[in-house]
């Protein structure tokens, strides 16, 4: 009896064990989260068939990330000429706790123009999958009120010559910056531009990781200003330059050393942004203010004499 009473008592036990497990509901496990998202230049929600893409995000894993991966596709209900998708999935995050995912890649000119879907998938090492929807627009850069580019850039070593001619590259040899108390000055042609916009010209160390691609993302303690310049109620589509109604037509220049910038109002150069021998970029950032549209431009060059 005493054997049989004690094999009662272990599956008595057993039963009540497996009875308040089941009463324990299962740990939820944290799902990766996305913040200060951006879709298209200018989080205009965009995309520019045949032309570069920007996409932007901050990601945190609720353990650690898998993978990031993007989604378009059609939307349902809405008829389209073809059937067509794309998708693209990024693995060089994979163990990270959080990072920055920004990328640029190519709209297929295969896309049909219309309203689609853009989903963004992140999935955790943890198994669980956070999934966000959101509406894009393709179009082609025909249909656009404006389509602003690079149309010209010559970066000027006063006295010596143009240093940088778009689409020539670097003019004098293996000279490929500026030293201490020389001259920098920048011609620049934006084109297919209308309505309001504004450019600065910039100079910003490499060891700042700081390349924006609109002005509103431009951190100003993190960079020197050589030159700005707005045009405002342009009724016709037009190319915008920095020196077309200037005196001798000559735009603004900046001493490498200088105290101060050529913002306006001017900025002391101090901080993070004071003058160091090493690796810089020359950049051009404008923003179509009236068609949240941008376009920007980087040349790597060096400074030294400090």
Not at 121 to 131: A, S
Not at 197 to 207: P, Q, W
Not at 211 to 232: G, N
């Amino acid at each position: 009896m005493k054997p049989i009473k004690t094999l009662l008592l272990i599956l008595f036990a057993a039963l009540v064990f497996t009875a308040c497990k089941k009463d324990r509901p299962e740990e939820e496990l944290p799902l990766p989260t996305i913040t200060d998202l951006e879709i298209g230049s200018g989080n205009n929600g965009q995309g520019i068939i045949g032309r570069d893409f920007h996409l932007d995000m901050d990601v945190t894993a609720g353990d650690k990330i898998n993978t990031v991966q993007v989604l378009i596709s059609q939307k349902k209900g809405v008829t389209y000429p073809s059937n067509w998708s794309f998708e693209l999935t990024w693995t060089e995050f994979k163990g990270v706790r959080n990072t920055n995912v920004h990328k640029h890649f190519t709209i297929p000119k295969e896309a049909a123009a219309g309203e689609y879907d853009f989903t963004i998938k992140v999935t955790d090492e943890n198994g669980t999958l956070l999934e966000e929807k959101h509406p894009i627009n393709l179009v082609t850069a025909e249909s656009l009120p404006v389509n602003p580019q690079m149309y010209s850039l010559m970066l000027e070593k006063m006295e010596k010559g143009f240093l940088y001619i778009l689409n020539r590259g670097f003019m004098l040899g293996d000279d490929k910056g500026y030293s201490k108390n020389e001259k920098l000055r920048a011609y620049v042609d934006i084109s297919k531009v209308k309505g309001d916009g504004i450019m600065y010209n910039i100079l910003v160390k490499k060891s700042a990781g700081h390349l924006p691609e609109s002005v509103d993302k431009i951190d100003f303690s993190k960079v020197i200003v050589t030159d700005t310049r707005e045009h405002a109620g342009i009724t016709a589509t037009n190319t915008f330059t920095n020196y077309v109604g200037l005196p001798n037509f000559s735009p603004k220049e900046l001493q490498i050393g200088a105290l101060a910038d050529n913002n306006t109002p001017s900025s002391a150069i101090g901080g993070e942004k004071a003058w160091a021998n090493g690796e810089y970029y020359f950049g051009v950032v404008y923003t179509n203010k009236t068609y949240n549209m941008s376009a920007y431009y980087y040349i790597p060059l060096t400074i030294k004499g400090f």
